[in-house]
C-alpha cells in the first residue's frame, strides 16, 4: 500500500492550476502548502481527500516518466477527470474508455501534466 507520493515540477504555480482543476472531478483538492521555510527553501504542496497523500515539490523537477494512477468511484469521474485535464492544460494520452486487456471492468484514463507526467484515472467497477 502507497502512503503518498511526492515529485518536483518545473513550474509550481502552473502545475497547481492543473491539479487543481484536473483533481476536482475525483474529489481531490488542494489540502495545503508547507511554505519554504519549513521545507528546505522549496514549497510543497499536498492534495488528497481526507489527508494529503498526493504532493508537488517546487524544486528538483523529476525527470524520467512517471506514471501515478487515481481511483476513480465511478466511470463518470474518469471522464470528467480527462475533461478537467485537458482544460487545464493536459494533453491527451488515452481518451475515457475500456481497457480490457488489464481487466474486464477496467475503465481508464490517461493525460500528460505541465511536466509530461502520466497521471491516470481508472474506475474498476463494471459498467452500470
Not at 518536483?8 to 502545475?15: A, E, I, L, T
Not at 522549496?42 to 528538483?60: H, K
Not at 476513480?72 to 486487456?101: C, I, M, Q, S, Y
Amino acid at each position: 500500500m502507497i502512503d503518498h507520493v511526492t515529485f518536483g515540477v518545473r513550474d509550481f504555480d502552473r502545475s497547481l492550476a492543473f491539479y487543481d482543476e484536473a483533481f476536482a472531478p475525483l474529489g481531490v483538492t488542494r489540502l495545503f502548502t508547507v511554505p519554504p521555510e519549513h521545507t528546505e527553501g522549496v514549497s510543497v504542496t499536498g492534495y488528497g481527500d481526507t489527508r494529503p497523500w498526493f504532493w508537488i515539490a517546487e524544486a528538483d523537477a523529476t525527470k524520467g516518466k512517471l506514471h501515478i494512477c487515481l481511483t476513480a468511484k465511478t466511470r463518470a469521474e474518469v471522464d470528467a477527470f480527462h475533461a478537467a485535464a485537458l482544460a487545464a492544460g493536459g494533453v491527451d494520452n488515452g481518451a475515457p474508455g475500456p481497457r480490457p486487456h488489464y481487466h474486464a471492468d477496467y475503465y481508464g484514463a490517461f493525460v500528460l501534466d505541465p511536466d509530461g507526467h502520466n497521471i491516470e484515472a481508472v474506475c474498476h467497477a463494471p459498467e452500470s
